[in-house]
């Protein structure tokens, strides 16, 4: 089965603060994507990435960075926490080269992150 | 531009089926995905079309019209358990190694007893 491991369920963070979100994944799939949910929004991509070092934005990437120096891990980096990021944040994984067909994207169980 | 539609919210009867309906309007397609997320929980993996038709899973089959833009998510001999929000996503136009998909809102099911 895929594991998409995040670092935290829940985190408490203040306007101002550097975060940092990690992700790993044990599927050696090539790309990997963060999302956040927020209610009557569902889910927006912020960043994703196809390939180490390779990033590419999403919808909303204004105010994070992300960071895959490794295939496993992909980070995201809010580079000063604001009250209007509070929300679940959701990362995923998908495609690995040796299983080409039906992709889908696998979850961790998402970082529900509060900036007070 | 791109957009999926689907209900917002419906509600449906322990052992009943439901239909959940998905449209869509993308630039190219390369196949369509469901999702069952529980409240607070992350997205789980349902189903997935890319040709034309029927595909059965269990209690849960999806249908796929690529010439209206259609999918529906059938739910049968229906569960407490499965109250739960549905996802609709599409992967539209071809980029080597699918990459983004394109999300609907959800939508929430209530299944009352």
């Known amino acids: 089965d895929v594991k998409v491991t995040q670092s935290s369920r829940y985190l408490v963070k203040r306007t101002g603060e550097k975060v940092f979100l990690e992700c790993v994944q044990d599927?050696?799939?090539?790309?990997m994507f963060w999302y956040r949910q927020d209610p009557g929004l569902g889910l927006r991509l912020i960043y994703f990435?196809?390939?180490?070092?390779?990033?590419e934005k999403g919808d909303i990437p204004e105010g994070y960075s992300v960071s895959r120096e490794k295939k496993e891990r992909f980070s995201l980096i809010l580079e000063s926490a604001s009250t209007n990021q509070t929300s679940m944040y959701l990362c995923?994984?998908?495609?690995?080269?040796?299983?080409?067909?039906?992709?889908?994207?696998?979850f961790g169980d998402g970082t529900r992150l509060s900036i007070l | 531009g791109q957009n999926i539609d689907q209900p917002t919210e419906m509600t449906a009867t322990e052992g009943a089926i439901v239909q959940i309906n998905c449209t869509y309007q993308?630039?190219?397609?390369?196949?369509l995905f469901w999702y069952q997320q529980h409240a607070g929980e992350a997205p789980t993996f349902l189903s997935y079309?890319?040709l034309d038709g029927l595909e059965e899973k269990g209690r849960f089959s999806s249908f796929l019209s690529r010439s209206k833009g259609y999918s529906y998510l059938l739910l049968k001999e229906l569960q407490m358990k499965d109250s739960a929000s549905y996802l609709c996503?599409?992967?539209?136009?071809?980029?080597?190694?699918?990459?983004?998909?394109?999300w609907g809102l959800g939508t929430s099911l209530a299944v009352n007893p």
């Open positions: 995923a994984s998908s495609f690995n080269r040796q299983t080409s067909k039906n992709q889908p994207q696998h």
């Open positions: 599927m050696d799939h090539e790309n």
């Open positions: 990435s196809y390939d180490v070092k390779m990033k």
């Open positions: 993308t630039s190219g397609f390369n196949g």
């Open positions: 079309n890319v």
């Open positions: 996503a599409v992967r539209g136009g071809w980029a080597g190694n699918n990459r983004k998909l394109i």
